[in-house]
């Protein structure tokens, strides 16, 4: 052996055993932040855990309660609502992603903003706009009485009800199925034509089977959407599950019964979205073609004018009419001296409570997220899991069981506002998560371990070092988080301290009792926070990228 050779050490490799507890040591969370993530997710898990308890209290009551034809009756209805929703959503989302994506139609830019926006808007805002504007006393009637139209028939009931979701819920499937058309490998559809497929048949073979999972994905949020709305259907008397809930636990103030409702909204939402999940697992194979070269663009012809005049029909139903008709009435009101210093009071109250909900909530997100993001582990799985428990949960349902913790176990807090912050900050932290989740993958440790290295603490090398990145995330979250508290309705007229009133509980009250003027000016002031935090969403993404 040459004496320049270096001698061969023996190697003695660790054992499978070893090497898990090492990775499992290297990526195991401080211990801190390991108490705080179960803390958060059992915090998001008590509404259900509650529910199931409360509920498994009425036993036989809550059996024959059930099998009533009037209970019957609103789960089936709540069936109906959400299945015409479906088709509704679908028959205006996918032609408005398909025009606005493939088509030479005229400001398709322009379209594609115009159609999205609705989604911004509550529910409750556009249910008022409609009753004002095409109730028995609205607008409409009082434009059509010099005609002799003395009084138009009621909106309410089924028909509103479908109407109104489907517009402020079709951009769930439009904004889908944009994504899916926008990523979908154009030489697939060309290879069809190729082969002598006319335009339509290589849709319907070829294109439509790809579009299937994003399709099915923004009709399942558009549907738990109308299936777990509560201000529409209560603006237009519809009696689906939320609101059956909100009136058996006000009528009679039966707990059980009241939880027995919400269980099964619950049992509703996750067999809709097991169903979801399926569809989307057997057309995967489809899915698989994407590709970033763009489509070509599709020649209209004589087409055009008529695609127009159903992109302005939909605009017009999600946009002009909410917005013309809450102007309308904001004048009268304005006009007859309809007082503005109270809604501003309720304005600044409205925004407050949502400041600080958007605080404390991003403050339990960061915890979730890291651990996500970082210490990939079962813990993590289960902390992310549960913290989304109580946003799956439909408003009604987490207000209902927060109304039984407080009365039960937290007497103290309850009727307070520090009680509606912290629900609203539970409820809503996931809508701060994703993004920050996403922020700290991207940014990794090193930042802060070379702060470590300079003699910096862990809190104060996370604070200055990594914080100033996630500022975009951290500015869309907040956002996002405040707009939603500053909108939400169920979480209010349940949670609120007696005489704190929300711009959702005063818009809510006002079109209840049929004073549309008095409703106009906190509709007015929501529609411009809706649209402006919109804009401030959008610029905050356009930083990230």
């Known amino acids: 052996m040459s004496v320049l050779a270096r001698p061969r050490l023996p190697h003695r490799p660790f054992s499978r055993a070893a090497r898990a507890r090492a990775a499992d040591t290297a990526h195991r969370a401080p211990w801190p932040l390991a108490v705080a993530g179960v803390a958060i997710g059992f915090l998001a898990l008590l509404p259900l855990i509650y529910l199931v308890i409360r509920a498994t209290g009425a036993e036989a009551d809550a059996i024959a309660f059930l099998l009533r034809p009037r209970t019957v009756g609103v789960v089936a209805a709540t069936l109906v609502l959400g299945g015409l929703v479906a088709v509704g959503t679908v028959a205006l989302g996918v ?100 082969l002598g497929d006319r335009r339509t048949a290589v849709f319907r073979r070829v294109t439509l089977p790809v579009l299937v999972p994003a399709i099915a994905a923004g009709t399942l949020l558009a549907v738990l959407y109308a299936m777990s709305d509560f201000g529409a259907v209560s603006l237009l008397q519809f009696d689906s599950l939320s609101r059956a809930i909100y009136l058996q636990y006000g009528a009679s103030f039966d707990r059980s019964l009241a939880a027995v409702l919400a269980l099964v909204l619950v049992a509703m939402t996750l067999a809709l979205t097991w169903g979801e999940a399926r569809l989307r697992s057997r057309a995967g194979t489809y899915a698989a073609s994407t590709g970033r070269r763009p489509s070509g663009v599709v020649h209209l012809g004589r087409w055009r004018w008529p695609s127009i005049v159903f992109l302005g029909a939909v605009v017009g139903l999600a946009l002009v009419i909410p917005v013309g008709t809450i102007a309308w009435w904001l004048i009268r009101g304005l006009a007859q001296g309809e007082p503005l210093r109270l809604v501003l009071r309720v304005a600044v109250d409205s925004f407050a409570v949502g400041a600080v909900s958007a605080v ?3 403050t339990l997100a960061i915890p979730v997220a890291l651990l996500a993001a970082r210490y990939r582990s079962r813990l993590s799985w289960f902390v992310g899991s549960a913290a989304y428990a109580a946003y799956a949960l439909p408003g009604i349902v987490v207000a209902l069981a927060m109304v039984f913790l407080a009365t039960r176990t937290f007497t103290p807090l309850y009727q307070t506002l520090a009680l509606l912050v912290a629900v609203y900050a539970i409820r809503f932290m996931p809508q701060a998560i994703g993004g920050l989740r996403a922020s700290l993958g991207t940014a990794g440790p090193r930042l802060e371990e070379a702060g470590r290295t300079l003699g910096d603490g862990p809190v104060r090398a996370f604070t200055m070092l990594t914080v100033p990145y996630l500022r975009p995330a951290l500015v869309a979250g907040a956002s996002l988080v405040f707009l939603t508290v500053v909108k939400e309705l169920p979480l209010a007229l349940l949670l609120a301290p007696i005489g704190f009133q929300t711009l959702a509980t005063e818009i809510w009250d006002a079109a209840s009792s049929g004073f549309y003027a008095r409703a106009a000016a906190p509709a007015a002031l929501l529609l411009v926070l809706s649209m402006g935090t919109v804009a401030l969403l959008l610029r905050a993404e356009d930083r990230t990228r």
């Open 95 to 194: 032609p408005v992603a398909w025009l606005t994506t493939r088509t030479d139609i005229p400001g398709r830019r322009m379209w594609a903003v115009l159609t999205a926006i609705p989604l911004a808007i509550p529910s409750y805002v556009v249910g008022f706009a409609f009753v004002a504007f095409l109730g028995p006393r609205g607008t409409l009637q009082g434009l059509l009485a010099p005609l002799g139209v003395e009084r138009l028939p009621s909106i309410g009931g089924l028909f509103g009800a479908v109407l109104v979701l489907t517009i402020v819920s079709f951009p769930y499937v439009s904004l889908a199925t944009r994504a899916a058309l926008l990523r979908l490998d154009p030489s697939v559809e060309e290879s069809a034509r190729l």
């Open 360 to 362: 404390l909530a991003l």
